[in-house]
């Protein structure tokens, strides 16, 4: 009944019980996989979330709309004069996230804005047109974005993302 | 589960644990140190695959149930989603529907152990009751699992089963109207189902714990029948035990593969890959095959209320064994009656299954009275009269004289019976398929498929080939719902680049909507649309068809079959023959002619089909030589147009069928060296016990 094997010195007796431990490892790991694997996107899903075209003729300057892609709000606002200017003339050493403004629109379009609308704090949507810096307010936990999308005030970390997305003519654009 | 254990952990962490909470403790002596009698022979390991098998159900249907919607005009598409578009969802439901199936074979032959060893006498009573409630459990699990489906038999599978309750006098339509919550079988039905089947495995597991704990104060039975006296009689159940359940269960993970991955529908019904349908009940419905002899029970007795005592008993007579049978031997290798009459015993129960699977008509239902009779005299007359009159043989002093008398010799009879049983096994679990619709139509001429057997692939030539003949033909009346634009584009398809299929897509008109002005309108496909059917609603197809309703594509070639017949499933079973679809669904394409046979009466607006069940199918002759225009020089002929869009079609029916048996073959060159590494350590490990 003594089944300890002498220490120091490998049997094929060790050798046969790693290897087949090795190998129940090895098994109990990939089945692993695709328990875990189901959890992602289906590919139906994955083929709904395709690119999208956006229509910018309707919005009136000032105006905004909210569209979804894969399951987001995506808020493009045709932005004034006014606004972009003050979204120009802020310091941005100052900002939390600092970023330009250029770096955020498309050039020659600086008057078109694409955010994703979920606010970076906690995933609420911001509201447009509000606040103190005549951009977006959050009116979960009181975020302020300016009329760039950056976050101005309040709990959220980094400014509105810009998702990926083109011009495809002048009056449309392509996110996704 | 043994009481209080010596064992104590060294880590100061685990002690502290384990003075508040002794669970190592308890683990410790119930499946470490728990002694096991030594003599214990393979039918033992059956506890542990029962144990794995239920891991394994409760893990595929969690996560199922994460894709599942339970709702009776989605749960169909839901499940085929699931198949085609969650990642590994194929796999996982194969899993989980062939699994229901090992399952019940395992517990099988889990109980059939029970009852050849006396596994259920005294002091075992109670484990063996216990037993039976979780056997009870099973069923009702398995029962409404196998409705979610929601498939044409899990619909009339519902409404036949529910309907046994309507047996019971006064009260009967009460009942059935609350097992319902309904009028009939419908929504509210499928949701309280889905809610109990996910709800009961869990019951199981509880009532295992018991059974478990039931065992290990009992101590286990073993094939000798007599009590563990001395040390010298057990060995520690970890690595001994252990080693050899861990070797069972790759042995059986070899077979259930087999399925998995090879034959997932060879288990299941054609019929229940056509969506529910309150209005056509299928020519023969048939429950799942381990159901099969309580089906025939049921059958067999005239009276309706008689019939459904009858199967019930069939099932609760088990919990009284104990006190039926009071034999003081216990194993039936030293009761030389027992024995015989055990094994006709499990031949009666493969026989009645047979018999579940036949039409109860002429000489079937009586053999299934004789049957019937001969399973209820098993418990009721030849169990009590054998524990009068039997003259055992000497049972041996210990359980060790027991492993030193046994050298050689021992072997053969365990290969044979195992051998009678796989075989008897096979007969049961083919014969669902020997009840499949037939009528009067010759079985359509096997034919050679590319993706046939175990490493069979789609000809792409033919997909392309047999998309262009769908399109162009069958498309305007068939739809393809389950199929999308994208799909052309995946691995295992018909090999088109994402960029042809979305302009394959381009070319349809798809509804979208409603848009700013609230209004629906028209846009080209997209690679996400699927294809759009040719008709707004069942009635538009109906009215343009004469009457008829061309069914949807998609599944054709899963949801059509014809009868195999005895012996031929059971080869079918080794060959991995499954093309029962495609060669049916060719030779109908091509089973057209001109002139009905003389005495043949063709109703109106029908044409005569040699394969068509019945042979009147409204369906007008729909592939002429010539009609579609091939530009990769195949000949332009019915037969090869019947092969091509067959192809296609099966193809629809199971997208991932390539990845499927790919997969197949790696998790079988795995498991082999896993069981052959397991049958070398339970070697080894068990070398110094014997």
Redesign the interface.
């Given at each position: 009944?003594?089944?300890a094997s002498s220490a120091g010195h490998p049997t094929r007796?060790d050798f046969?019980?790693v290897?087949?431990g090795a190998?129940?490892a090895?098994?109990a790991a990939?089945t692993v996989w695709?328990?875990v694997?189901?959890?992602?996107p289906?590919?139906?899903?994955v083929?709904?979330g395709?690119p999208i075209e956006v229509d910018l003729t309707?919005i009136a300057e000032g105006q905004d709309i909210k569209v979804f892609w894969r399951g987001k709000p995506i808020f493009v606002s045709h932005r004034t004069k006014k606004q972009i200017d003050e979204a120009r003339k802020v310091s941005i050493a100052s900002l939390p996230d600092p970023q330009t403004d250029e770096a955020r629109v498309k050039a020659g379009h600086e008057q078109w804005l694409v955010v994703i609308g979920i606010c970076t704090h906690l995933g609420c949507i911001p509201i447009a047109h509000e606040g103190q810096y005549d951009g977006f307010f959050c009116p979960c936990h009181g975020s302020q974005y300016d009329t760039s999308g950056r976050i101005r005030s309040g709990p959220a970390p980094t400014n509105l993302p810009v998702p990926p997305y083109q011009f495809v003519s002048d009056t449309k654009i392509q996110i996704g | 589960m043994s009481g209080p254990s010596d064992f104590q952990p060294t880590n100061p962490a685990l002690k502290w644990i384990e003075r508040r909470l002794p669970i190592m403790g308890l683990m410790h002596s119930s499946f470490v140190a728990y002694p096991t009698p030594r003599n214990l022979n393979y039918w033992w390991t059956f506890g542990a695959i029962l144990s794995m098998m239920l891991a394994v159900q409760i893990i595929t249907g969690v996560i199922l149930a994460m894709h599942y919607t339970p709702h009776a005009d989605l749960a169909f598409k839901s499940v085929e989603l699931i198949v085609r578009d969650v990642n590994y969802g194929w796999l996982l439901r194969n899993i989980h529907a062939s699994g229901a199936s090992m399952f019940f074979l395992a517990v099988y032959i889990h109980m059939f152990r029970g009852l050849y060893y006396g596994s259920y006498k005294e002091p075992r009573e109670v484990l063996w009751i216990l037993g039976v409630i979780i056997y009870l459990l099973m069923m009702a699990t398995g029962f409404m699992g196998y409705v979610l489906p929601w498939g044409q038999m899990s619909f009339w599978g519902a409404t036949v089963i529910t309907n046994l309750f309507s047996a019971v006098p006064y009260f009967g339509e009460s009942i059935v109207t609350l097992l319902w919550g309904g009028y009939s079988v419908g929504n509210p039905t499928l949701n309280r189902f889905f809610s109990l089947h996910y709800l009961l495995p869990f019951v199981i597991a509880g009532v295992v714990v018991l059974h478990v704990w039931a065992l290990h104060v009992a101590g286990q039975n073993n094939p000798a029948g007599v009590e563990p006296k001395t040390a010298k009689d057990t060995v520690p159940f970890t690595p001994y035990a252990t080693m050899k359940d861990m070797f069972g269960v790759s042995c059986f993970l070899l077979l259930f593969s087999w399925f998995i991955f090879y034959m997932p529908n060879y288990l299941g019904e054609a019929d229940n890959y056509i969506p529910a349908n309150p209005g056509v009940t299928p020519p023969h419905i048939v429950p799942e095959w381990y159901y099969l002899p309580f089906y025939a029970i049921l059958r067999s007795i005239p009276n309706k209320l008689a019939g459904v005592i009858a199967m019930f008993g069939a099932i609760l007579i088990l919990a009284f064994l104990p006190w039926l049978d009071t034999a003081r031997t216990r194993s039936s290798k030293y009761r030389p009656l027992a024995k015989q009459f055990f094994w006709i015993f499990v031949i009666v129960c493969i026989l009645l299954g047979w018999l579940g699977a036949k039409p109860a008509e002429g000489v079937y239902v009586i053999a299934g009275r004789v049957l019937t009779f001969c399973y209820f005299a098993y418990f009721l007359i030849v169990l009590p009269l054998l524990s009068r009159i039997e003259k055992p043989r000497p049972v041996p002093n210990s359980i060790a004289d027991d492993v030193l008398a046994k050298s050689g010799g021992k072997a053969a009879p365990m290969v044979s019976s195992l051998i009678a049983l796989l075989f008897a096994g096979g007969l049961l679990l083919g014969s669902a398929s020997d009840a499949r619709a037939a009528g009067d139509a010759p079985a359509p001429p096997a034919q050679k498929w590319s993706f046939a057997g175990p490493t069979g692939k789609f000809d792409r030539g033919a997909l392309q080939r047999g998309l262009k003949v769908y399109k162009e033909v069958c498309a305007s009346c068939h739809s393809l719902s389950f199929v999308a634009f994208r799909n052309l584009a995946e691995a295992g398809g018909p090999g088109y680049s994402m960029a042809q299929a979305a302009a394959f897509a381009s070319e349809y008109k798809v509804k979208d909507g409603p848009n700013d002005q609230g209004e629906m309108f028209e846009r080209p496909g997209r690679p996400a649309d699927y294809f759009p059917s040719p008709f707004p609603n069942e009635q538009a197809a109906r009215v343009a068809n004469g009457g008829a309703y061309p069914p949807d594509l998609s599944l054709i070639n899963k949801a059509r079959s014809y009868k195999r017949g005895f012996p031929l499933f059971v080869v079918d079973l080794f060959t991995q023959y499954q093309e029962q679809g495609p060669d049916y669904v060719a030779a109908l394409l091509e089973g057209y002619e001109d002139k009905p046979p003389a005495g043949f009466k063709l109703p109106e607006g029908s044409y005569y089909n040699k394969y068509f069940p019945g042979h009147a199918i409204k369906m007008p002759k729909p592939l002429n030589d010539g009609q579609v225009a091939y530009d990769d020089g195949a000949p332009t002929t019915v037969a090869q147009y019947s092969k091509d869009v067959t192809t296609f079609l099966m193809w629809t029916a199971e997208p991932h069928m390539e990845a499927r048996k790919q997969l197949g073959f790696q998790v079988f060159v795995f498991l082999i060296i896993l069981t052959v590494l397991l049958y070398f350590t339970k070697k080894k490990v068990w070398a110094n016990a014997h």
């Amino acid at each position: 009944m003594t089944t300890a094997s002498s220490a120091g010195h490998p049997t094929r007796r060790d050798f046969l019980y790693v290897a087949t431990g090795a190998v129940a490892a090895v098994g109990a790991a990939a089945t692993v996989w695709p328990l875990v694997s189901q959890m992602n996107p289906d590919a139906s899903t994955v083929a709904a979330g395709a690119p999208i075209e956006v229509d910018l003729t309707p919005i009136a300057e000032g105006q905004d709309i909210k569209v979804f892609w894969r399951g987001k709000p995506i808020f493009v606002s045709h932005r004034t004069k006014k606004q972009i200017d003050e979204a120009r003339k802020v310091s941005i050493a100052s900002l939390p996230d600092p970023q330009t403004d250029e770096a955020r629109v498309k050039a020659g379009h600086e008057q078109w804005l694409v955010v994703i609308g979920i606010c970076t704090h906690l995933g609420c949507i911001p509201i447009a047109h509000e606040g103190q810096y005549d951009g977006f307010f959050c009116p979960c936990h009181g975020s302020q974005y300016d009329t760039s999308g950056r976050i101005r005030s309040g709990p959220a970390p980094t400014n509105l993302p810009v998702p990926p997305y083109q011009f495809v003519s002048d009056t449309k654009i392509q996110i996704g | 589960m043994s009481g209080p254990s010596d064992f104590q952990p060294t880590n100061p962490a685990l002690k502290w644990i384990e003075r508040r909470l002794p669970i190592m403790g308890l683990m410790h002596s119930s499946f470490v140190a728990y002694p096991t009698p030594r003599n214990l022979n393979y039918w033992w390991t059956f506890g542990a695959i029962l144990s794995m098998m239920l891991a394994v159900q409760i893990i595929t249907g969690v996560i199922l149930a994460m894709h599942y919607t339970p709702h009776a005009d989605l749960a169909f598409k839901s499940v085929e989603l699931i198949v085609r578009d969650v990642n590994y969802g194929w796999l996982l439901r194969n899993i989980h529907a062939s699994g229901a199936s090992m399952f019940f074979l395992a517990v099988y032959i889990h109980m059939f152990r029970g009852l050849y060893y006396g596994s259920y006498k005294e002091p075992r009573e109670v484990l063996w009751i216990l037993g039976v409630i979780i056997y009870l459990l099973m069923m009702a699990t398995g029962f409404m699992g196998y409705v979610l489906p929601w498939g044409q038999m899990s619909f009339w599978g519902a409404t036949v089963i529910t309907n046994l309750f309507s047996a019971v006098p006064y009260f009967g339509e009460s009942i059935v109207t609350l097992l319902w919550g309904g009028y009939s079988v419908g929504n509210p039905t499928l949701n309280r189902f889905f809610s109990l089947h996910y709800l009961l495995p869990f019951v199981i597991a509880g009532v295992v714990v018991l059974h478990v704990w039931a065992l290990h104060v009992a101590g286990q039975n073993n094939p000798a029948g007599v009590e563990p006296k001395t040390a010298k009689d057990t060995v520690p159940f970890t690595p001994y035990a252990t080693m050899k359940d861990m070797f069972g269960v790759s042995c059986f993970l070899l077979l259930f593969s087999w399925f998995i991955f090879y034959m997932p529908n060879y288990l299941g019904e054609a019929d229940n890959y056509i969506p529910a349908n309150p209005g056509v009940t299928p020519p023969h419905i048939v429950p799942e095959w381990y159901y099969l002899p309580f089906y025939a029970i049921l059958r067999s007795i005239p009276n309706k209320l008689a019939g459904v005592i009858a199967m019930f008993g069939a099932i609760l007579i088990l919990a009284f064994l104990p006190w039926l049978d009071t034999a003081r031997t216990r194993s039936s290798k030293y009761r030389p009656l027992a024995k015989q009459f055990f094994w006709i015993f499990v031949i009666v129960c493969i026989l009645l299954g047979w018999l579940g699977a036949k039409p109860a008509e002429g000489v079937y239902v009586i053999a299934g009275r004789v049957l019937t009779f001969c399973y209820f005299a098993y418990f009721l007359i030849v169990l009590p009269l054998l524990s009068r009159i039997e003259k055992p043989r000497p049972v041996p002093n210990s359980i060790a004289d027991d492993v030193l008398a046994k050298s050689g010799g021992k072997a053969a009879p365990m290969v044979s019976s195992l051998i009678a049983l796989l075989f008897a096994g096979g007969l049961l679990l083919g014969s669902a398929s020997d009840a499949r619709a037939a009528g009067d139509a010759p079985a359509p001429p096997a034919q050679k498929w590319s993706f046939a057997g175990p490493t069979g692939k789609f000809d792409r030539g033919a997909l392309q080939r047999g998309l262009k003949v769908y399109k162009e033909v069958c498309a305007s009346c068939h739809s393809l719902s389950f199929v999308a634009f994208r799909n052309l584009a995946e691995a295992g398809g018909p090999g088109y680049s994402m960029a042809q299929a979305a302009a394959f897509a381009s070319e349809y008109k798809v509804k979208d909507g409603p848009n700013d002005q609230g209004e629906m309108f028209e846009r080209p496909g997209r690679p996400a649309d699927y294809f759009p059917s040719p008709f707004p609603n069942e009635q538009a197809a109906r009215v343009a068809n004469g009457g008829a309703y061309p069914p949807d594509l998609s599944l054709i070639n899963k949801a059509r079959s014809y009868k195999r017949g005895f012996p031929l499933f059971v080869v079918d079973l080794f060959t991995q023959y499954q093309e029962q679809g495609p060669d049916y669904v060719a030779a109908l394409l091509e089973g057209y002619e001109d002139k009905p046979p003389a005495g043949f009466k063709l109703p109106e607006g029908s044409y005569y089909n040699k394969y068509f069940p019945g042979h009147a199918i409204k369906m007008p002759k729909p592939l002429n030589d010539g009609q579609v225009a091939y530009d990769d020089g195949a000949p332009t002929t019915v037969a090869q147009y019947s092969k091509d869009v067959t192809t296609f079609l099966m193809w629809t029916a199971e997208p991932h069928m390539e990845a499927r048996k790919q997969l197949g073959f790696q998790v079988f060159v795995f498991l082999i060296i896993l069981t052959v590494l397991l049958y070398f350590t339970k070697k080894k490990v068990w070398a110094n016990a014997h």
